[in-house]
């Protein structure tokens, strides 16, 4: 038998709800002792959007950015001006590029 799903979506809005309701104390509380609007925002945005990502990007691997492309891909013919004269001449970029 197949469930509708009901208790699943009003399990998630009791937990919206209680996370709202505690950024709501949260900021009652950070507004209390900054005193200062700009002091309660800067510090309700670091807690609740800079530390998480902080923290969520200290547990992953480290990712490559560019992968080296492997030795077929440098064989295959390019589109025309998809070439570089500065990286063909081997020396570095400001020296003059034999064409």
Do not use: K, N
Not at 40 to 65: E, K, Q, Y
């Amino acid at each position: 038998m197949r469930s509708s799903g009901v208790g699943t979506t009003a399990g998630q809005i009791v937990a919206i709800g209680v996370y709202q309701a505690l950024v709501a104390v949260l900021t009652v509380d950070v507004a209390f002792a900054a005193r200062h609007p700009a002091g309660t925002l800067s510090v309700l945005v670091s807690l609740l959007w800079a530390l998480p990502s902080v923290l969520l990007g200290l547990g992953g691997d480290v990712p490559h950015a560019f992968p080296y492309p492997p030795d077929h891909a440098h064989s295959a013919p390019q589109p025309r001006g998809a070439t570089c004269e500065f990286y063909r001449s081997g020396r570095d970029l400001l020296d003059r590029v034999d064409l």
